[in-house]
């Protein structure tokens, strides 16, 4: 229902960061070399080559955003982002090994081999870009009667590009000129407190964009910062803004915060600040209504493993990520939160159907996983049939390895048998002959005898031809 409580309430809350803007152009703290641990050896000698050759070509040239943060923790950052007061086509002419990406506001990508270098110009203030590229971005253009572009105001200086930007700590700036960092809104600050705080009035900024929200946790639990009261205080009352978000770009937020190697922290962050409900509605009632269920121990579990293969630079798939997310809540609507599994698979599909069919509605899982996640799942039936060659052709299916792997996690949660999952370990380590013995339900000591008989039907002896009437003798 439309509220004017919330409208009045919006347009007070711009009204007073409008007169709490300062007058003229921001100034920033700068931190002389001396003052701060950030050291160029430190840096990508791919990034440091693009802001020396930005320098030297006349541009401003800056290392932002995480990079900066995480060099003041003394964590070694992963990507080097740069901002420049160089248009993107200035980057392009000043860097052979560039191309530009993006339908309106363009990125220029400068490739050192495998390594990619992202350089963005300035932003102008009011111009609607997310942090990460990762929707439509807002042009704010003059145009005239045919439609020629008169003035393109996506572009701005420095300082009114650290007001796009959302938390204080990612809104620091290296600057290569003399090694100073550059801070307008007190991130360096926050960094050292491990603070995430948000630039702005914070239900403005989060009603303009409701991913921060999901960026909020997400920052929280991968840096272990903690929320501002400020910052952590209207997330409750707008997490509802995020039912009308893109499915499409929920799944992306969805995979940042699950496969960076700090998934367990990011859950824990969801359900505290109450936003699960809106990514995942099944699966928050279920681990509400459950939260000591074997479902909602497999979960703990699978993200656990899931953050030690990040960790360990191993692959992880999404098939394999919501298939953990979501079982508790197939477990739910089975009725069975602690398992086991009905006999008749019909009901297992039909649960499953249900709670993935309502997921897609919010987060837009493609088909090239959410049909594999479909298999993975009902494969989990078939575990519970062991004789016969049927089990011996389940090891050739090509789901089987994640599916075994599921099981696994079944079993270590308590809502699948242990002795089950030892079996098909077992199963995979065996021989030929003794697999064949243990679907036929005898012991594998027995294989001595069935590979005698094996062998013996295999060496049969060829039938001999009867010679016919008046055929010459056989040589000796």
Not at 41 to 65: H, T
Not at 162 to 168: A, E, G, L, N
Not at 214 to 243: C, Q, S, V, W
Not at 254 to 272: D, F, P, Q, V, Y
Request: hydrophobic share 40%; with cysteine; proline share 7%.
């Amino acid at each position: 229902m439309f509220s004017f409580t919330k409208l009045f309430r919006s347009r007070d809350a711009k009204a007073a960061a409008a007169a709490e803007a300062p007058a003229g152009p921001p100034q920033p703290t700068i931190y002389a070399r001396a003052d701060h641990p950030v050291s160029r050896s430190n840096i990508s000698p791919a990034a440091l080559k693009v802001l020396y050759r930005l320098k030297d070509s006349g541009y401003q040239g800056f290392l932002v955003g995480g990079a900066v943060r995480d060099l003041l923790l003394n964590v070694q950052p992963k990507d080097f982002d740069i901002a420049t007061d160089a248009h993107p086509e200035d980057v392009r002419r000043t860097f052979r090994n560039c191309r530009l990406i993006g339908r309106r506001f363009h990125l220029a990508h400068v490739r050192f081999g495998h390594e990619i270098i992202e350089v963005a110009t300035f932003r102008a203030a009011h111009t609607e870009i997310d942090e990460d590229h990762g929707v439509d971005e807002v042009e704010h253009r003059a145009i005239d009667e045919h439609g020629r572009i008169l003035r393109d105001n996506l572009y701005g200086t420095i300082e009114e590009d650290v007001w796009r930007r959302d938390f204080t700590a990612n809104a620091l700036y290296y600057n290569i000129e003399d090694y100073s960092i550059w801070d307008y809104v007190g991130g360096v600050e926050d960094a050292r407190n491990r603070i995430l705080r948000l630039i702005g009035d914070p239900a403005t900024r989060y009603r303009e964009d409701p991913v921060r929200m999901l960026r909020a946790a997400r920052f929280a639990a991968k840096l272990n910062f903690t929320l501002h009261p400020g910052t952590e205080a209207p997330i409750g009352e707008l997490a509802y803004m995020l039912d009308r978000m893109p499915a499409a770009r929920l799944f992306d937020e969805t995979l940042k915060l699950m496969l960076s190697g700090h998934a367990e922290a990011s859950l824990e962050w969801l359900i505290r600040l109450e936003l699960l409900a809106h990514l995942m509605p099944d699966v928050a009632a279920a681990l509400e209504a459950a939260p000591e269920s074997a479902g909602s121990r497999l979960v703990q579990l699978g993200l656990e493993g899931t953050d030690d293969r990040v960790h360990d630079d191993k692959s992880v798939t999404p098939t394999f990520l919501f298939a953990v997310l979501l079982w508790p809540a197939i477990l739910r609507a089975l009725g069975t939160p602690d398992g086991p599994l009905p006999d008749d698979p019909q009901r297992l599909l039909d649960a499953s159907d249900k709670v993935i069919g309502r997921q897609l509605q919010r987060i837009a899982l493609p088909k090239r996983f959410s049909l594999p996640m479909r298999e993975l799942i009902m494969l989990q039936t078939r575990f519970e049939r062991r004789s016969g060659r049927r089990a011996l052709r389940l090891l050739e299916h090509p789901r089987f390895r994640a599916a075994y792997d599921f099981l696994l996690l079944r079993a270590e949660s308590g809502e699948a048998d242990p002795e089950l999952a030892q079996w098909w370990t077992d199963l995979q380590q065996a021989s030929d002959d003794d697999r064949l013995a243990m679907v036929e339900n005898r012991p594998v000591s027995e294989r001595g005898e069935a590979t005698r008989s094996a062998a013996s039907r295999r060496r049969r002896r060829p039938r001999r031809r009867r010679k016919p009437s008046g055929a010459a003798p056989t040589p000796p």
